[in-house]
């Protein structure tokens, strides 16, 4: 009886253990993430999140490469922006953020 509780309490740390481990492997280092709004063609909601505080450079590219928005952010280590591509026109978009040594980018169609 006693062996087979010492085993249920084995087990129960191990995946105690593999559960704490995996969770901290979730969500590490910096991310982002585009959703089109709903009911507005050409609103993406870009969500910035795990950064470094301090400066953050948010850019956009036209499929060209050509950089269409910029902004540099302080003292930031999240955020949230709203990007209108309407008068950019018709094309795949790539959105990049870097913070300090880290670059994440995500890639977004706007399209008609």
């Known amino acids: 009886m006693k062996t087979k509780m010492n085993l249920k309490s ?14 901290a492997q979730v969500g590490t280092g910096p991310g982002i993430a585009a959703k ?3 009911n507005r ?14 400066k953050v450079t ?11 928005f910029q902004e540099t952010l302080r003292d930031s280590k999240e955020f949230i922006r709203l ?8 094309d795949t978009y790539t959105i990049e953020v870097k913070d300090g040594d880290n670059k994440v980018e995500t890639v977004v169609e706007y399209s008609l």
């Open 10 to 23: 084995l087990f129960f740390t191990l995946l105690m253990a593999v559960a704490v481990m995996a969770s």
């Open 36 to 38: 089109n709004v709903n």
């Open 41 to 54: 063609p050409g609103v993406f909601k870009v969500t910035f999140y795990g950064g470094e505080t301090g």
């Open 58 to 68: 948010f850019s956009v590219y036209n499929s060209q490469g050509k950089a269409v």
């Open 83 to 90: 990007v209108n591509f309407k008068d950019s026109g018709v």
